[in-house]
């Protein structure tokens, strides 16, 4: 029976699901914190105006047929040795 009793027990090491609850609503406050003060950040952005000045260039490629590979030969042997 003695085991029974200590089991109901909290242990020193064991963490209250007070402690808990309070890391998770820190947790959902900070996340919304940092969300809405990025948000933020977007909206007071402006936007940088493009380079409007036209360009041009000339582009060249010529396709080659793909090496020529040599037909290779080889011989491998192996030994296949029962566990000792």
């Known amino acids: 029976m003695e085991d029974a009793s200590q089991a109901s027990e909290p242990r020193e090491m064991d963490v ?3 402690t808990i609850f309070v890391l998770v609503i820190l947790t959902l406050l900070i996340s919304i ?5 990025v948000l933020s950040q977007l ?5 940088v105006a493009a380079d409007r000045t ?3 260039g000339q582009v060249s490629f010529e396709i080659t047929p793909p090496p020529v590979t ?6 491998v042997a192996f030994e296949i040795k029962n566990p000792e």
Do not use: K, V
């Open 16 to 18: 209250s699901r007070t």
């Open 43 to 47: 909206n007071a952005a402006t936007p």
């Open 33 to 37: 914190l940092g969300t809405w003060t």
């Open 70 to 75: 040599a037909a290779a030969t080889g011989q």
């Open 54 to 56: 036209t360009a041009s």
